[in-house]
């Protein structure tokens, strides 16, 4: 019954840290009890959006082994298929243009279990600036951050201590104008505590929240020379590979209070 309880502690605990080993994702989970058809439980979220270039990354959080599959129940459109995913596992999937609109998906085991993926292309007017939070943990948690502005972005900078990320723009203007920043929530994460224009706190910016999103609109002059985020959450210190330690350890040392504790009653 023990070995059963920490296997699954160690599923549980693993699905967060494969979800998060990947740039530019977008996370589906598939919940634990989804195999039963008298449980409300399939992929989670059931609707996703994601943008060309995204990786979707599907984790078996159930005990036991799920597929996924694009198109629908008994009639699959060829986009992918996932074959056995384990507990514990994970398929990625890269969205390509040729999937611009609502793919659907479904297990094949499992056929109740359906979702749709919302792809949009790459937004009209918005730039990019990659490989934010390499200088974070381990440097292999990291997202690519959509942007609008008349000024370029040419650096980033995480600081895990105070919990935020500020970004160094360039560029000759002659107005002001707003940088409207597209912040994926595993990168900075809301309540936002702040916003700092050249390290002098403002509190003129909007926020709106959307799927694994949230888009930052704040107004900068042509001397706005860095911006400053500050969150509840930004990406982690520790990445995949510390945090696996972690868990390893933790269960480790459950196992071992375990043994001694049994030892003590006999």
């Not at 195999?35 to 078996?60: K, M, Y």
């Not at 959080?61 to 996924?68: E, L, Y």
């Not at 160094?168 to 104008?177: A, D, M, Q, Y």
């Not at 916003?195 to 959307?210: A, G, M, R």
């Given at each position: 019954m023990h070995k059963i309880i920490i296997t699954v502690a160690i599923l549980v605990l693993l699905i967060p840290l494969v979800s998060s080993s990947f740039a530019d994702t977008v996370q589906v989970t598939i919940l634990t009890g989804a195999?039963?058809?008298?449980?409300?439980?399939?992929?989670?979220?059931?609707?996703?959006?994601?943008?060309?270039?995204?990786?979707?990354?599907?984790?078996?959080?159930?005990?036991?082994?799920?597929?996924?599959?694009?198109?629908?129940?008994?009639?699959?459109?060829?986009r992918f298929d996932s074959g056995t995913i384990q507990p514990g596992q994970y398929f990625s999937y890269t969205v390509t243009a040729a999937d611009v609109g609502v793919v659907?998906?479904?297990?094949?085991?499992?056929?109740?279990?359906?979702?749709?993926?919302?792809?949009?292309?790459?937004?009209?007017?918005?730039?990019?600036?990659?490989?934010?939070?390499?200088?974070?943990?381990?440097?292999?948690?990291?997202?690519?951050?959509?942007?609008?502005?008349s000024k370029d972005i040419v650096s980033s900078v995480i600081n895990p201590k105070d919990k935020s990320v500020t970004f160094?723009?360039?560029?000759?203007?002659?107005?002001?104008?707003n940088l409207v920043l597209d912040l994926p929530t595993g990168l900075v994460n809301a309540p936002f505590l702040g916003?700092?224009?050249?390290?002098?706190?403002?509190?003129?910016?909007?926020?709106?929240?959307?799927s694994g999103i949230n888009v930052v609109t704040?107004?900068?002059?042509?001397?706005?020379?860095?911006?400053?985020?500050?969150?509840?959450?930004?990406?982690?210190?520790?990445?995949?590979?510390?945090?696996?330690?972690?868990?390893?350890?933790?269960?480790?040392?459950?196992m071992v209070a375990r043994f001694r504790l049994d030892h003590k009653l006999v």
């Open positions: 195999a039963n058809s008298q449980v409300s439980r399939t992929f989670s979220p059931p609707s996703s959006n994601a943008l060309v270039g995204d990786t979707v990354q599907f984790g078996n959080g159930d005990t036991v082994a799920h597929s996924v599959t694009s198109g629908t129940p008994g009639n699959p459109d060829g659907q998906f479904y297990d094949k085991t499992y056929p109740w279990m359906t979702g749709t993926l919302n792809v949009q292309a790459s937004q009209t007017g918005y730039k990019k600036v990659n490989n934010v939070g390499a200088d974070a943990g381990d440097g292999k948690t990291t997202f690519n951050v959509q942007y609008a502005s160094t723009l360039v560029g000759n203007v002659t107005t002001g104008s916003v700092w224009i050249d390290n002098v706190q403002t509190k003129n910016f909007t926020i709106e929240s959307l704040i107004p900068i002059s042509p001397l706005t020379e860095q911006v400053s985020v500050v969150g509840s959450s930004v990406v982690p210190e520790f990445g995949p590979i510390a945090g696996l330690i972690l868990v390893v350890s933790i269960i480790a040392t459950i």
